[in-house]
C-alpha cells in the first residue's frame, strides 16, 4: 500500500509512481490522439464535408451517451472500492481478534507454562501469515471453478492451510480444557475468536473468488471503446485539431477509472494499492508477543 500526504497537492499531481494509471495508459493515449487527429483531417481537409454534415449530430449522440457511461463508472468504483473496504475491515477484525485471543489465554494461562504460551506464540500469528499466503494464491481465485485450468496443472482443491491451523488451535485449546489447564466455562469464552478466524477466512475468499461478472467488465470496456473513438466523428467540425487533446484526456479518464477499478476490486494481490497484508502480519505477532510473553 501506497502511503502519502493527501494534502500534497504538488506531489500528488505531478509525481508518478508506478501504480499511476498514465504511465500505463500512455501508449495507448497516444493511439487515441492520432486516431482523432485523422479522422479530423479526413473530414474537413480530404472529404471536405460541409458543415451541416450528418456526421457532426454524432455530437448529440455523445453528449446522450457521455450520461450513460458516468453512470456506469460511478458504480463500477464504488462496487470495487466497497470490495477493497471489506476486505480492510476483516483484516482489522482479524488484527482484533488475534489480540482477544492472546488477552485472554494471557489470563488463563498460568505464568509459568512457558510451553503453552509458545505454542500460542507462534500459532497465532501463523494464522494470519497462512490467511495471507492463502488469499494469494491463484488457486484460492478459481476454487469455486468446476474444470482445471490449463496455468495451473495441478489443480489441488484438498490443501486449505487457514482451516489446518484454524484446526490446530482449536485441538490445542481443547487439549488444554481436558488436561485441566482451562475451565469448561473459559473454553466458551475463546470460542468467539476461534469461530471469528474463519468466518475473516471465509469473507476474504468470498472476495477473492467471486469477481465482477464478466458481462459487465466486458461491456464498460467495449462502451469506454466506442464511445471513445466515435468523438471524434461529431466534433471535428466543432473542435477541429484541438480535439486531438481533448480526446486522449477523455480517454485517459475513462479508462484510468476502469483500471483503478480492476486493480482495487481484489484487495489480496501484490498491487501497490492492494491490502499491505504481510505488514499487518507482522504487527499480529508483534503484539501477540507483546501479550504472552
Not at 470495487?80 to 489470563?107: C, F
Not at 466515435?230 to 484510468?256: D, I, K, Q, R, W
Amino acid at each position: 500500500m501506497i502511503n502519502y500526504n493527501s494534502k500534497a497537492w504538488l506531489v500528488n499531481i505531478f509525481v508518478f509512481r508506478r501504480a499511476d494509471t498514465l504511465r500505463q495508459l500512455a501508449p495507448k493515449i497516444i493511439m487515441a490522439c492520432l486516431y482523432s487527429a485523422i479522422i479530423v483531417y479526413i473530414e474537413t481537409k480530404w472529404l471536405k464535408l460541409p458543415e451541416n454534415s450528418p456526421a457532426r449530430h454524432f455530437g448529440i449522440l455523445q453528449t446522450l451517451l457521455s450520461f450513460v457511461i458516468s453512470m456506469l463508472l460511478v458504480f463500477r468504483t464504488n462496487t470495487a472500492y466497497d470490495r477493497w473496504w471489506e476486505g480492510r475491515k476483516q483484516w482489522g477484525t482479524l488484527v482484533n481478534s488475534s489480540r482477544n485471543l492472546a488477552i485472554k489465554l494471557n489470563a488463563m494461562l498460568p505464568h509459568n507454562d512457558a510451553k503453552n504460551r509458545s505454542f500460542f506464540i507462534k500459532i497465532i500469528p501463523l494464522f494470519a501469515t497462512v490467511l495471507q499466503q492463502h488469499l494469494q494464491s491463484e488457486t484460492t481465485r478459481l476454487e469455486l471453478d468446476t474444470e482445471p485450468h490449463p496455468e495451473i496443472p495441478d489443480f489441488d482443491r484438498t490443501k486449505h492451510i487457514p482451516n489446518q491451523a484454524a484446526s490446530v488451535m482449536t485441538m490445542k485449546l481443547n487439549l488444554l480444557y481436558k488436561e485441566g489447564v482451562i475451565t469448561g466455562d473459559q473454553l466458551i469464552i475463546v470460542n468467539n475468536e476461534m469461530q471469528a478466524f474463519m468466518d475473516i477466512c471465509g469473507a476474504c475468499e468470498r472476495i477473492k473468488n467471486t469477481p465482477i461478472p464478466y458481462s459487465y467488465s466486458a461491456f464498460i470496456k467495449k462502451f469506454i471503446f466506442l464511445y471513445t473513438i466515435t468523438l471524434p466523428v461529431g466534433m471535428a467540425f466543432t473542435l477541429h485539431y484541438l480535439l486531438v487533446p481533448v480526446v486522449g484526456v477523455v480517454f485517459y479518464v475513462l479508462a484510468s477509472l476502469e483500471m483503478i477499478a480492476e486493480e482495487i476490486e481484489d484487495p489480496f494481490g501484490n498491487d501497490e494499492n492492494d491490502l499491505p497484508m504481510k505488514k499487518m502480519a507482522a504487527n499480529i505477532k508483534k503484539n501477540v508477543e507483546d501479550i504472552l510473553r
